[in-house]
């Protein structure tokens, strides 16, 4: 029989947290309301890139927000929130004595929206509360800004929980780059096979555990199964509270 774990790592989004799309603002276009952060933006925007819609603005960050998913998809590489916003002002023609500042400030009132619509499941935080008197608990996440990841964190109450915590943008790269599994077993001061890690997100999470060699128990919400031809994970559950039996397995 292996060992017990003595440790476990979470994903954040999806995992530990929930997302309510119904808490961001609203921006119409054509006639039609959607769920954006862009729709916060409007008086920053006028500020910094006059004669600049936020419609027109949220269609030069999706480009360049689908164009960064491609690029990271095969070099795995973390780019800032800033950095996807600087992009974007190019596109809008901002003034390059401003370019970078700009995009600051708009990626922190982006980021803010979105630290406002999560949402921590009581049951979530129940678990936290008794895995912390067995077990040195981290934080593993791809997520684009450090400083939101903690506001999040603080915000739910969840620091005191968490002995390690690593967010793809601080580290440069991003799951399933075996690197951030790494990174956190050297914060928690554990080998791979003494910890499981936990996460949602079959390409991302269960890929980067194993590439770490780390046991991973996928919440396969949907009940959808692994892909066809995947290697399967350790353990699948249908929520976060399931893990307590991969744990007594462990």
Known sequence: ??????????????????????????????????????GALGTLLAELVPGTSPPEFLQALMTVSDEMARARAYD????????????????????????????VHLSRAHMACIVDATVLPPAHAALLAELRGRYPLGLVSNFDDTAAAYDILRRHGLVEYLDTVVV?????????????????LRGLGLPADAVLFVGDTFRDD???????????????????GAPDGAVPPTYVVRELGDIRACLHHG
Do not use: N
């Open 168 to 184: 793809s943008e601080a580290l440069g790269l991003r799951k399933p780059h075996p690197g951030l599994l790494r990174a956190a």
């Open 1 to 38: 029989m292996p060992a017990p774990y003595r440790g476990v790592l979470f994903d954040l989004f999806g995992t530990l947290i929930g997302f309510d799309p119904s808490r961001l603002p609203e921006l119409e276009i054509d006639g039609r309301r959607l769920r954006t952060t862009v």
């Open 76 to 103: 795995h590489v973390e780019l800032p929130s800033r950095e996807r916003f600087r992009r974007a002002l190019e596109r809008v023609a901002c003034e390059d004595t401003i370019l970078l500042e700009a995009a």
């Open 206 to 224: 269960v890929a980067s555990a194993q590439a770490a060699g780390v046991d991973v128990a996928w919440i396969d919400a949907q009940g959808s």
